[in-house]
Nanobody, 111 residues
Framework: QVQLVESGGGLVQAGGSLRLSCAAS????????MMWYRQAPGKQRELVAT???????NYADSVKGRFTISRDNAKNTVYLQMKSLKPEDTAVYYC?????WGQGTQVTVSS
């Protein structure tokens, strides 16, 4: 059974930081690119960051320079380090690997 379980969300003030984690089980983590998406209320889900098997990364323009995606293949875990958070970063954050999605974790940034 494939599972992706996110954690680390919460409430933070603008300018603060959070680190999200996504633990994967049941999939061959090391052969999949991993991604973080987010969905704000009333908006479409958007791709935030991608990390390939080889560690190459890509970011949405809105988070470049503030967010960092990383992965630990030994722990089957992908991370999203978020700093200088803004109220517009408020959303449910999801990780995705292959065709599988996690259940999401809420990030709320207060002004």
């Amino acid at each position: 059974q494939v599972q992706l379980v996110e954690s680390g969300g919460g409430l933070v003030q603008a300018g603060g930081s959070l680190r999200l984690s996504c633990a994967a089980s049941g999939i061959i983590f090391s052969i999949n690119a991993m991604m973080w998406y987010r969905q704000a209320p009333g908006k479409q889900r958007e791709l935030v960051a991608t990390i390939t098997i080889g560690g190459n990364t890509n970011y949405a323009d809105s988070v470049k320079g503030r967010f960092t995606i990383s992965r630990d293949n030994a722990k089957n875990t992908v991370y999203l380090q978020m700093k200088s958070l803004k109220p517009e970063d408020t959303a449910v954050y999801y990780c995705k690997g292959g065709v599988w999605w996690g259940q999401g974790t809420q990030v709320t940034v207060s002004s």
